[in-house]
């Protein structure tokens, strides 16, 4: 079936500017992640959903990231008046079940590339 | 609260030689232990997991890793290692009840022809 999928791959935008990330879960998993992967670091953890509800956005590093979900469906990261320390791959996972990440693998898109100039 | 740490930065190793990738952690009662590869412009795979039960655990493309609770460690292990085993290896872990899976830096393994 179908994974994970991300859209856009890349994105390069201005300092100042607003931009949306899009993920698609895997259909029927109820879980899904944000992450932010810097260069040569690992994976910084953003927002987690439960269905479109959000127990956890304590890893947004700023106000001007928000997130939301549709149902068990789409999500959209919006980073408003980016600046260039935002630049980094987002990463988005989905899972099966509730009980949050303990328990169930994540299953990982492949990315959205941005760069802020 | 939990944490993981990969201590090494990068992990070289000849073709055909054992492949070992060192992961520790410390995490707030039982934990969940996970292995993900990342290969270059792919997103990351699932390897395998540790939540209960035997303490050594196998997972795809010949991988294993072992639960040792005494030195709260969960290593990733190949017997073999192949060319295209070279990738960016991460350990996570979490507990019950627990939202956030803590990633490690990741470590670089290279295998030489």
């Known amino acids: 079936g179908a994974g994970v999928s991300q859209s856009p791959s890349n994105k390069v935008t201005e300092k100042g500017k607003d931009v949306e990330l899009r993920c698609d879960p895997i259909?029927?998993?109820?879980?899904l992640y944000w992450y932010r992967q810097r260069l040569g670091q690992g994976l910084e953890f953003l927002i987690y959903?439960?269905?479109?509800?959000?127990?956890?956005k304590s890893g947004l590093p700023s106000d001007r990231f928000s997130a939301e979900r549709t149902g068990e469906s789409v999500s959209t990261l919006t980073i408003q008046r980016t600046q260039q320390e935002d630049s980094a791959v987002y990463l988005c996972?989905?899972?099966?079940?509730?009980?949050?990440?303990?328990?169930?693998?994540?299953?990982f898109g492949p990315g959205t590339r941005l760069t802020v100039t | 609260a939990q944490s993981v740490a990969q201590p090494e930065d990068q992990v070289n190793v000849a073709e055909g030689n054992p492949l070992t990738v060192k992961c520790t952690y410390s995490?707030?009662?039982?934990?969940?232990l996970f292995w993900y590869v990342q290969y270059p412009n792919r997103g990351l795979q699932f390897l395998l997991k540790?939540?209960?039960?035997?303490?050594l655990v196998k997972g795809s493309y010949g991988f294993e890793a072992e639960f040792n609770k005494s030195q709260t460690s969960f290593h990733l292990k190949k017997p073999s290692a192949l060319v295209s085993d070279s990738a960016l290896y991460f350990c996570?872990?979490?507990?019950?009840?627990?939202?956030?899976?803590?990633f490690g830096k990741g470590n670089q393994v290279v295998v030489i022809p």
């Open positions: 995490v707030s009662g039982n934990p969940y």
């Open positions: 540790y939540i209960t039960g035997d303490n």
């Open positions: 959903f439960q269905g479109n509800s959000a127990p956890d």
């Open positions: 259909s029927g998993h109820t879980a």
């Open positions: 996570a872990g979490s507990y019950y009840g627990n939202n956030r899976l803590a």
């Open positions: 996972a989905s899972s099966l079940g509730q009980g949050g990440a303990g328990i169930y693998e994540q299953y």
